[in-house]
């Protein structure tokens, strides 16, 4: 199992909690990343924040896996058990952790199960076109 073959969720989680536990961040997740004043309406501003960053990141590592899944040649299980795993890590923080009990956190658990059981649903629906039973 290299790299590349490693869930994205895991370097999200990696990434949270790296940013959760610096001590040079003192409050990170709500701070602003981008201001727009310029590009919506009149009078009106929009604010990234971190949290909204940690989404749109969870949002495009779901679409990679997604593509992943759906276009291995081979089937390899130990990736989709991996994410599982990952997922219930996600799950385990989110119930134990006073820091990741939030949304944001929530929405990247629900998207790490979203991607473990896809995988898992790929590769079975994949194992039927491939076995022919009973001809």
Do not use: C, Q
């Not at 919506?40 to 997604?66: C, M, N, P, Q, S």
């Not at 291995?72 to 890590?89: C, D, M, Y």
């Amino acid at each position: 199992m290299g790299i590349l073959s490693i869930t994205s969720y895991f370097w999200i989680l990696l990434a949270y909690m790296g940013i959760h536990f610096s001590p040079h961040l003192p409050s990170p997740f709500h701070s602003s990343l981008f201001n727009f004043n310029h590009i919506v309406y009149t009078h009106k501003t929009l604010h990234i924040t971190v949290d909204d960053a940690f989404i749109f990141a969870g949002i495009f590592a779901l679409l990679i896996e997604i593509y992943k899944a759906a276009t291995t040649k081979s089937f390899n299980s130990l990736e989709s058990l991996f994410s599982i795993v990952v997922a219930i890590i996600y799950l385990i923080l989110f119930i134990t952790t006073t820091w990741a009990h939030n949304s944001t956190f929530l929405m990247l658990t629900f998207m790490a199960f979203v991607d473990g059981l896809g995988g898992f649903i790929i590769e079975i629906n994949a194992a039927h076109r491939d076995v022919v039973f009973g001809k």
